[in-house]
């Protein structure tokens, strides 16, 4: 089997639910002085963290991703349900000074989000390479949302050692600026964005979409309800998105589309089938609350993908 590590952020998701709207509690003449505090009905607490989420839904297509960053000490009930689920924890590195990074996200009825994320454990991922805990190279490295100076540091990594890894800023973009997004997608074999964020790049480091395309062999950037582009030696496949009537939660889409293309990668699919399996994994992860919260069986999987999407057989390997 392909040897495939997943690097990104690990983390809890504590996500309530305020039965009003913020912005009757906030005053705008006042927000020099903002003392508030919201009265939720409820709350719930979610496996998370990007790369948590890949390898979570690597797994389900019956991938064995190795799971490298760094936890904190309250990390046992993850790592037992990562376990479970099929995912190598392995290269997971424990820090027992500090809590798991944690997101807490309130939301209101106009659905409205007021959030903050703790980073917890994560600060310490730039200390620790690939190469500490593993000798041998992988196949791939995918390398998504993470602590910057850790991403950064990753993607140098793959580059001095050969090893071809997948570069997934996602969220960071906003907190990278334009030189350290320049060194760090340098040697990437596929960069992986959404249509704001490949904007974001552009003002940022002065780079359009027609540099990103001649400066990776794959480019792809997600629109949306739009579906996905991917851009490959000058051609582009458009990839709608699976059609679903029970969207509940649009929260970790994003990693379970990445989780399709990374097991696409890993079995050699052309690239249209990489998109169309990230196309219905993301709407897996849309039709349930949370970001790990969606089940399937590889043969469930197949069976759903080939209601709406022809694979020529190929996704027999997955059986």
Known sequence: MTDIIVTGSIAYDYLMRFPGRFAEHILVDHLDRISVSFL?????????????????TMALLGQTPRLFGTVGRDFDDYAAWLTRTGVDISLVQKIEDVFMPSFFANIDLDNNQIGSFYAGAMTYAKNYR????????PDWVIISPND????????????ERGIKFVYDPSQQVARLNGDELRTSMEGAYMLVVNDFEALMIES????????????????I??????????????D????????TDAIKDPTGAGDAYRAGLMTGLAHGFPLRLLGEMGALCATYALEHVGTQ??????????????????DQGLLDQLL
Request: a neutral charge.
């Open 148 to 159: 910057p100076q850790a991403m950064s540091n990753l993607c140098q990594e793959c580059r």
């Open 130 to 137: 690939i190469s500490d805990v593993m000798p041998t190279k």
């Open 204 to 219: 940022k480091a002065g780079l359009t979409l027609a540099d990103l395309q001649r400066m990776f062999p794959v480019l």
């Open 293 to 310: 919260n969606h089940n399937f069986s590889p043969a469930e999987f197949v069976a759903r993908f080939r209601s709406r999407f022809d």
């Open 221 to 234: 950037v997600t629109h949306g309800k739009d579906g996905s582009f991917i851009y490959s030696n000058g």
């Open 40 to 56: 939720v009905e409820d709350m719930t607490k979610h496996w998370g963290g990007n790369g948590g989420n890949i390898a979570y």
């Open 236 to 243: 582009c496949v458009q990839i709608p998105i699976f059609e």
